[in-house]
């Protein structure tokens, strides 16, 4: 027997067309489904408890046991009721490219090939979305919480120098770096700080307005105090779209502090950047573009399926100063399959990375930003018709204005228990937001991310609710 490949591809070639019309059948009535259900204990035990495979098995048994066990308790994001958190809905055609990444089994690590085309152009189409230099650098990861570590590493090698990458964060007077973000920032940006050594302290946590955006007075204050301290200001992050309630930081302000006071200006736009790409709500985000680096996911509301984050840096030299390496083993061929430098794996700290560039190249060929931009639009009007509803309803209040695609609502009786109305609202399968708090009192929160959801999802949210009332 050589190698892993069947002996007769018919057979296997009929379960693949299977698969294929089944997760197509599967996608076109979600609807129907049952949005999400608990795992029975006989299916959890039948999934935790399987014993490492001695023997290998049919892999038409084992797509019976996907079938049964792993697709009827999914995610669930794939619902058009789907509203919890922030994630994308993914598409058909994103499915089938992952089936096409997958079966070129390339690495985008590097060397000459077209893969690494394709990622190049995904980059510099997403700096052209966005508004960013067409000479940015970038690179495809797992999402915006890798995309954002990345900026804060390279933020703050162009403050301090590359010296910190032999020396060590702790070399040098003892001063400290410091950072600046809303309240409102993502938990990531605090858990970017602290893997990178930085320190979560070292995220100074400024207030923001009434309308969840930072407040510049108060920043502006605190640098002034830190700098007074004796410590070093060396990163601004800004949120276009916080994940609690959608809100957009000003962000031509936040630039124009950054430039004055030599900061570097990173905009976390993980789901919000997308928005640049709407024929209504694109002015949302001026400034953006003036970010020396951006974080965005396409998993989130541009629908490519999971996973798939990019972090755009405007000067192309800072990305590459941070990350690359001149190994031996590494080094750039003038031609053969070792050319083609510079390298993604020099760009970020993966040496061997897969070809998601693949799944977003299809979406956006296959939709084209004008469509993506009005997928955004239906979702704010989404958004807009769920707010609406609950201003119309005596017994459910808003908790947040609503800037975007998040509606933060709750009901006036402060006695209902949040948690328990959303878990029972899960259960039952048709719809699922979830939850937050906001002002100090639990919330209900639906973000609208998903291109599938409609305003009668909205509805069956409100009815939802009222009916646990
Ligand atoms: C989702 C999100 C993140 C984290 O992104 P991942 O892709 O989940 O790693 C960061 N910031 C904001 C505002 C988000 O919504």
């Given at each position: 027997m050589a190698g892993l490949d069947p002996d007769d591809?018919?057979?296997?070639?009929?379960?693949?067309?299977?698969?294929?019309?089944?997760?197509?059948?599967?996608?076109?009535?979600?609807?129907?489904?049952?949005?999400?259900?608990?795992?029975?204990?006989?299916?959890?035990?039948?999934?935790?408890?399987?014993?490492?495979?001695?023997?290998?098995?049919?892999?038409?048994?084992?797509?019976?046991?996907?079938?049964t066990l792993v697709v009827p308790y999914a995610n669930g994001n794939t619902h058009p009721g789907f509203m919890g958190w922030v994630h994308g809905g993914g598409t058909a055609i994103g499915m089938l490219a992952e089936l096409l990444a997958a079966g070129l089994n390339s690495n985008l690590g590097g060397r000459d090939h077209a893969a690494i085309e394709i990622e190049r152009r995904v980059i510099a189409w997403s700096a052209e979305m966005l508004g960013m230099p067409p000479e940015s650098s970038g690179l495809l990861v797992t999402g915006s919480s890798a995309a954002n570590m990345i900026a804060v590493l390279v933020a703050s090698r162009a403050a301090v120098g590359t010296g910190v990458r032999t020396a060590g964060v702790a070399a040098g007077d003892g001063a400290r770096l410091v950072a600046y973000a809303a309240t409102t920032v993502h938990g990531c940006v605090a858990r970017a700080m602290d893997i990178t050594g930085f320190g979560t302290d070292a995220l100074r946590r400024i207030g923001v307005d009434r309308d969840q955006r930072i407040d510049l007075d108060a920043l502006q204050a605190a640098i002034g105090a830190d700098r007074a301290a004796g410590a070093i200001p060396f990163l601004v992050v800004g949120s276009a779209g916080t994940v609690d309630c959608g809100a957009i930081d000003p962000l031509d302000a936040l630039a124009t502090i950054a430039a004055r006071e030599r900061l570097?200006?990173?905009?976390?736009?993980?789901?919000?950047?997308?928005?640049?790409?709407?024929?209504?709500?694109?002015?949302?985000?001026?400034?953006?573009?003036?970010?020396?680096?951006?974080?965005?996911?396409?998993?989130?509301?541009?629908q490519v399926p999971y996973d798939c984050g990019c972090?755009?840096?405007?000067?192309?030299?800072?990305?590459?100063?941070?990350?690359?390496?001149?190994?031996?083993?590494?080094?750039?061929?003038?031609?053969?399959?070792?050319?083609?430098?510079?390298?993604?794996?020099?760009?970020?700290?993966?040496?061997?990375?897969?070809?998601?560039?693949?799944?977003?190249?299809?979406?956006?060929?296959?939709?084209?930003?004008?469509?993506?931009?009005?997928?955004?639009?239906?979702?704010?009007?989404?958004?807009?018709?769920?707010?609406?509803?609950?201003?119309?309803?005596?017994?459910?209040?808003?908790?947040?204005?609503?800037?975007?695609?998040?509606?933060?609502?709750?009901?006036?009786?402060?006695?209902?228990?949040?948690?328990?109305?959303?878990?029972?609202?899960?259960?039952?399968?048709?719809?699922?937001?979830?939850?937050?708090?906001?002002?100090?009192?639990?919330?209900?929160?639906?973000?609208?991310?998903?291109?599938?959801?409609?305003?009668?999802?909205?509805?069956?949210?409100?009815?939802?609710?009222?009916?646990?009332?």
């Amino acid at each position: 027997m050589a190698g892993l490949d069947p002996d007769d591809w018919s057979d296997l070639r009929r379960l693949g067309h299977r698969m294929v019309d089944d997760m197509i059948d599967h996608l076109r009535d979600r609807r129907e489904t049952k949005l999400w259900r608990p795992m029975p204990a006989e299916i959890r035990s039948a999934l935790r408890d399987a014993p490492l495979p001695r023997e290998g098995r049919d892999p038409g048994a084992l797509y019976d046991e996907f079938r049964t066990l792993v697709v009827p308790y999914a995610n669930g994001n794939t619902h058009p009721g789907f509203m919890g958190w922030v994630h994308g809905g993914g598409t058909a055609i994103g499915m089938l490219a992952e089936l096409l990444a997958a079966g070129l089994n390339s690495n985008l690590g590097g060397r000459d090939h077209a893969a690494i085309e394709i990622e190049r152009r995904v980059i510099a189409w997403s700096a052209e979305m966005l508004g960013m230099p067409p000479e940015s650098s970038g690179l495809l990861v797992t999402g915006s919480s890798a995309a954002n570590m990345i900026a804060v590493l390279v933020a703050s090698r162009a403050a301090v120098g590359t010296g910190v990458r032999t020396a060590g964060v702790a070399a040098g007077d003892g001063a400290r770096l410091v950072a600046y973000a809303a309240t409102t920032v993502h938990g990531c940006v605090a858990r970017a700080m602290d893997i990178t050594g930085f320190g979560t302290d070292a995220l100074r946590r400024i207030g923001v307005d009434r309308d969840q955006r930072i407040d510049l007075d108060a920043l502006q204050a605190a640098i002034g105090a830190d700098r007074a301290a004796g410590a070093i200001p060396f990163l601004v992050v800004g949120s276009a779209g916080t994940v609690d309630c959608g809100a957009i930081d000003p962000l031509d302000a936040l630039a124009t502090i950054a430039a004055r006071e030599r900061l570097w200006f990173h905009v976390d736009g993980a789901f919000g950047a997308l928005a640049a790409v709407s024929p209504t709500r694109g002015h949302l985000l001026a400034g953006i573009g003036r970010a020396d680096s951006l974080a965005f996911d396409f998993h989130k509301w541009a629908q490519v399926p999971y996973d798939c984050g990019c972090v755009l840096v405007a000067d192309p030299s800072l990305q590459a100063a941070t990350f690359a390496q001149t190994l031996d083993y590494l080094r750039r061929a003038e031609r053969g399959l070792a050319a083609n430098a510079p390298w993604p794996c020099d760009l970020g700290p993966d040496l061997s990375r897969g070809f998601r560039a693949l799944k977003v190249w299809m979406t956006l060929g296959t939709f084209g930003t004008d469509r993506l931009g009005e997928v955004v639009d239906a979702c704010c009007d989404v958004a807009s018709h769920l707010a609406a509803r609950v201003r119309d309803t005596p017994r459910l209040e808003l908790a947040a204005p609503v800037a975007l695609n998040i509606v933060c609502f709750r009901p006036s009786d402060p006695a209902i228990d949040i948690d328990r109305l959303v878990a029972d609202l899960h259960e039952e399968g048709l719809v699922a937001p979830s939850t937050t708090t906001i002002g100090g009192r639990r919330t209900i929160r639906a973000a609208i991310v998903n291109h599938r959801t409609e305003r009668r999802d909205a509805d069956l949210l409100i009815e939802g609710v009222l009916a646990r009332l």
